[in-house]
């Protein structure tokens, strides 16, 4: 086969300048690779594309959009055989065509699986039924289909490579184009990169404030992705986790900074937090810097395990009733915690909520961010020394 010499990653979310440093374009490139990013956002969510910002979307060289499958598959069929795709679009029925297109031309191709959390399994009580069922459409019936088929069957060659993370990532895509052929290469999640920058950083502890984790709950654009309403509602989210911030600053001297969702715009919404700080861009360290994180679900509860910081895991009624509740409390026991309902007359268990469970957090790391067999250095520089060695 060709020597690999161009890196493709295909991508279904508008490019931002956030992305290009998690993604490592640079590290890619000073390997000797050429780069290049097709958003394929309009082809596979044309819905979802018309409602997005394009103000934070980055344009460079190499950058390309396209508008159709047809004009994706197209472009495919033109690549050089030197050429190597790193997917991070979502195995199904709407993306198979692009899937088929890069097993027609013999391209080699790389899945993305690093960034996981842990599963719920849905139980089967009657309302979880009933959701499921109230959930069902002609897509989600097609896909249930698409799913049993073997890839194989559809056109659909193996993935090359398998770029996972913590030892539940290479497992959790069961239905995803790999067999016995397709290399696993261990590397960890990409908060592990941001982790590794800021570990050297000669940083002083603070440790006159916890740090709330947002997930822009209300807000985030994931719902428009997954067709979901959003789980938690502005007039009865806030309110109580404001309460709650006061409550730790009365009784235990706390202030809290909220760390912005990446992607979040309370700039241009109301003051939902009081008047605590918001920063965005800052979260590793603040993480770093902090007494104890708050949080719901998010993977930067990553960052309080390896800077070894103890998590108080919160959750409302609201979100409790939604599928994200049971997310919520899955990984609170994690911890062996459990999540705080914030609408409830909580007394907190100060003493024990800032207790570390160490064999938990031991566990956490080995699963869900890096395994200890993996290398201590930048995902990208793992992912480019496999490439020339595959090459």
């Not at 890619?28 to 956002?41: C, I, P, Q």
């Not at 959701?131 to 698409?146: H, M, P």
């Not at 993480?287 to 895991?313: D, E, G, N, Q, W």
Request: glycine fraction near 4%; charge should be neutral.
């Amino acid at each position: 086969m060709a020597k690999i010499s161009k890196i493709i990653y295909m991508v279904e979310a508008s490019f931002c300048k956030r992305d290009c440093d998690r993604f490592g374009i640079e590290t890619v490139k000073v390997n000797g690779f050429a780069v290049e990013v097709w958003d394929l956002t309009p082809a596979l969510h044309p819905e979802i594309y018309a409602k997005m910002d394009m103000q934070e979307q980055i344009s460079f060289d190499g950058y390309r959009i396209f508008y159709t499958k047809k004009e994706a598959a197209e472009a495919i069929s033109a690549l050089q055989a030197g050429s190597f795709v790193i997917s991070f679009i979502f195995y199904d029925f709407n993306s198979y065509p692009i899937f088929r297109a890069i097993s027609r031309k013999g391209i080699r191709y790389a899945l993305f699986v690093a960034n996981v959390i842990p599963f719920v399994s849905n139980d089967a009580t009657l309302s979880t039924l009933w959701r499921k069922f109230r959930g069902i459409t002609l897509g989600k019936i097609v896909n249930a289909i698409f799913f049993r088929l073997p890839f194989v069957y559809l056109g659909i060659r193996p993935a090359a490579l398998l770029l996972a993370g913590g030892k539940i990532s290479a497992s959790r895509f069961v239905y995803y184009p790999v067999n016995s052929d397709t290399k696993i290469v261990w590397g960890h999640t990409l908060d592990y990169d941001v982790y590794l920058k800021e570990r050297e950083n000669a940083t002083i502890d603070d440790k006159s404030f916890g740090v709330f984790l947002d997930e822009d709950i209300c807000f985030h654009r994931d719902y428009l992705y997954e067709k979901l309403a959003p789980f938690a509602t502005p007039d009865k989210y806030y309110e109580p986790l404001r309460n709650f911030f006061e409550t730790l600053k009365a009784k235990y001297g706390f202030d809290v900074i909220v760390a912005a969702h990446p992607r979040s715009i309370y700039e241009e919404l109301p003051d939902y937090f009081g008047d605590r700080p918001v920063i965005k861009g800052k979260t590793v360290e603040l993480v770093k810097r902090s007494s104890f994180v708050i949080a719901h679900s998010t993977t930067s509860i990553s960052y309080a395990v390896l800077f070894r910081k103890p998590i108080i895991f919160v959750i409302t009624d609201e979100l409790k009733a939604s599928a994200q509740g049971k997310v919520i409390e899955k990984i609170a026991s994690q911890f062996n915690k459990k999540a705080i309902n914030l609408n409830d007359n909580f007394d907190v268990d100060w003493a024990k909520e800032l207790l570390i469970d160490e064999k938990a957090y031991v566990d956490y790391r080995e699963s869900y961010i890096k395994r200890s067999i993996s290398e201590d250095k930048p995902f990208w520089q793992i992912f480019s020394d496999n490439i020339k060695a595959f090459s």
